[in-house]
């Protein structure tokens, strides 16, 4: 598949079942999910009123996997979902999402390129992430412009760092994240 392709029509009938247009037969959510981790994007529409039912069915498959044990996206990132949708950062949030899905992309790319290109793979796979660490670094320092101070970071990009540091700036990413929310509540008023 390519991303010209068009995604798959399929069309969901008033007994709620997933008709795919293409193989003219009924789907599951599970067989969406599949066709969705094979690289092809879907299109689910109400047959009866034709309105796009996509974001329902795709949150619904994500609420499956995470009631199955299959925990994807961690308590503290879901309650701040939760709270976008109170907040003016609601208009911030699905462009910083998607951005960040994208840099992940980019890098799990660049990633399988490295693997297969040099001698030592696992030497081109750190390296991408750490480049994946400073890209999202500087993403974070952007979207948060005048409204949090970053710390002091070397242009070159992020040296290792252990696990204590890495917590370090996770809660440092934290404490900017809840000083953004609370300037954008305090514009709110």
Request: charged share 25%; aromatic share 6%; glycine share 6%.
């Amino acid at each position: 598949m390519t991303d010209t392709d068009p995604p798959l029509l399929i069309k969901r009938y008033a007994s709620r079942r997933l008709y795919n247009t293409e193989t003219s037969d009924y789907v599951t959510l599970d067989d969406v999910a599949r066709v969705i981790r094979d690289g092809r994007a879907v299109q689910i529409v109400d047959l009866k009123t034709g309105d796009d039912v996509t974001r329902q069915y795709l949150l619904q498959i994500i609420a499956e996997h995470e009631s199955r044990g299959d925990h994807v996206l961690p308590v503290d990132v879901l309650t701040d979902l939760v709270r976008s949708y109170t907040s003016q950062a609601q208009s911030i949030v699905p462009h910083f999402l998607a951005s960040s899905f994208e840099m992940l992309r980019e890098s799990q790319s660049q990633m399988m390129e490295g693997w297969k290109a040099l001698p030592n793979p696992v030497a081109s796979a750190m390296g991408n992430l750490t480049e994946l660490q400073r890209k999202q670094q500087e993403f974070l320092s952007t979207m948060m412009g005048g409204f949090a101070r970053s710390p002091a970071r070397d242009p070159a990009g992020p040296a290792e760092t252990s696990g204590t540091e890495a917590e370090a700036g996770l809660a440092d990413i934290r404490r900017q994240l809840a000083d953004l929310q609370a300037r954008l509540a305090e514009l709110q008023k």
